[in-house]
Every structure is written in C-alpha cells, then in structure tokens.
C-alpha cells in the first residue's frame, strides 16, 4: 500500500503525519523543533515510520509546511501552512458536520482563517508581531507561576474569585503583571483564568476579522489547555470543535494535499 506524509516545521514543534492510500490517519508524532531544524524534522519523520511499522520508501509523496519548511529539501513539495491547516481543518471537520471557521493558536503566531464548503481558504488574519495571544505567552507565564504547562488548564477551574484583568498586550509587560499581581498576594488560578481571558479576548477578535461562520473549529497545541478552551468558548459564546490530535490538524492537512498531488500526477501519467 502506499502512503503520504506531512510535516510541519514550527518554530516550537515539529509535527508529523502519515496517511494511507484511503487517506486515513495512520499515525501522529510530535516533538520540540530544538535548534536544529532539519536533523530535528528527519529524526520526527523516521520515529513516526518506525513507531507504525513503515519504511522510507513505503512513503510515496511528502508535503513540508510551517516555518522551517523550506530547510526540509528531502520533501517533494512545500505549502504554507496557512492552506494546509485549512485543508487538515476540512477534513477533520467532516466528522463534527462540517467548519467553515478554523482558529489556530501556535507557539509563536495565532491565525484566524475562513474555508468555504469545499475547504477553500476565503480569508484569513494573523498575528505573527507580537507573542501575546500565543503559545509563547502560556510558557511564559507558566514559568512566572512555577508551573508546568500542562497544568494551566486544570488551575483554571480553581480560581474562586473571578478572573483577574490582564491589561498588557505585549507578552514583556504581561509578564511584569503576572510578577506584580503574585506580589500583592492573588492567587494563581485567578491569575491564570486571566490569562486564558487575555488570550480568549484577542483570538475572538482575530477571528472576527475573518467572519464567524458555523462551527468553529481550534487548532495548535494550546487547544489541549481546557481553561484556555473554556475562555473561548465563553467569548464566542458557542462551543469549539476540538480534534483528538490539535497539534497535528495543519501537519495532517499536508499529508493530504501529498496523496492529492500524487494521484493527480498518476492519473496525469495515464492519460
């Protein structure tokens, strides 16, 4: 059988996905971009192969996206990841009835972006100039509360009081804030409900930029944080549409469009 894969090589994260002839999932894998972009994103390719049984070879077409992708020369084709989350976003979204809105909060930018009903990019905003509203924002603050990141999400609904205002819009200042509202003795889940707030506001208004259409689907890996998950939906005042695998929809998005192009130059060949 042959298969496809995706790779998304992010500022924070590499990610990868393999796909079957079907173009059914057939596994993930996700690790730490680390310094070293191209021997990190070829390490994260052969674990994935090696962890679902399957060679080099047995992978027919590779698409690269994200950040780094053009460091990643071994790929037969590379796509900004702005398409291959839309196209990983629609095909996710077919189980849940369909998105027309996607939302992606990564390490260092968040993108607002609206598909048609073909999964078509219509519009699209982002924020790549400042960390605030992104998953550089959470570590940071993690680090600030002498918390681990993935234990944001469950202090959120811890906080008894409501969620403190965090005025800052720039990850520096916020991060004086944060030190400044711990000094004056507030709790940290109250603190990091703000937080989560902070985000939720500004990824709304992101969103809004773009228009928002029928369900809404959240992507990248702060869509693991349940407050941060719960803020949002709170603001958009509906509820998200979160896939078991967040952090891979735009590496999975690219393994797609790799059995695409593949069939079309198969069948371009036998015509």
Avoid: W
């Amino acid at each position: 059988m042959n298969y496809f894969a995706g790779i998304d090589v992010g500022s924070t994260a590499i990610k990868v996905a393999v796909v079957d002839a079907e173009g059914l999932l057939v596994g993930v894998h996700v690790t730490p971009s680390g310094s070293l972009f191209h021997k990190n994103s070829l390490e994260a390719l052969n674990t994935l192969l090696a962890k679902v049984g399957l060679q080099r070879e047995d992978v027919r077409y590779l698409i690269a996206t994200g950040y780094g992708r053009k460091l990643f020369k071994e790929a037969d084709d590379s796509i900004s990841e702005i398409t291959a989350n839309a196209i990983g976003a629609f095909e996710t979204g077919k189980a849940f009835g369909g998105v027309r809105t996607i939302i992606n909060i990564g390490g260092q930018d968040s993108k607002a972006i609206q598909i048609d009903n073909s999964g078509n990019v219509v519009n699209f905003a982002m924020n790549d100039k400042c960390a605030a509203g992104t998953g550089r924002f959470l570590d940071v603050a993690a680090r600030n509360l002498e918390l681990d990141l993935e234990d944001l999400g469950d202090c959120h609904f811890q906080a008894t009081t409501a969620p403190l205002t965090i005025n800052s819009t720039c990850t520096v200042f916020a991060e004086s804030e944060i030190i400044g509202l711990l000094a004056k003795g507030h709790g940290k889940a109250e603190i990091i409900a703000g937080i989560h707030y902070s985000i939720a506001q500004r990824t709304v208004r992101l969103a809004k930029r773009v228009g928002i259409e029928d369900r809404v689907y959240f992507d990248g890996g702060p869509a693991l944080n349940k407050g941060l998950v719960a803020a949002i939906q709170d603001e958009l005042g509906r509820e998200l549409v979160i896939p078991e695998h967040p952090q891979t929809t735009t590496a999975f998005g690219a393994a797609m469009l790799a059995r695409s192009e593949y069939l079309e130059e198969r069948s371009a060949g036998q015509d």
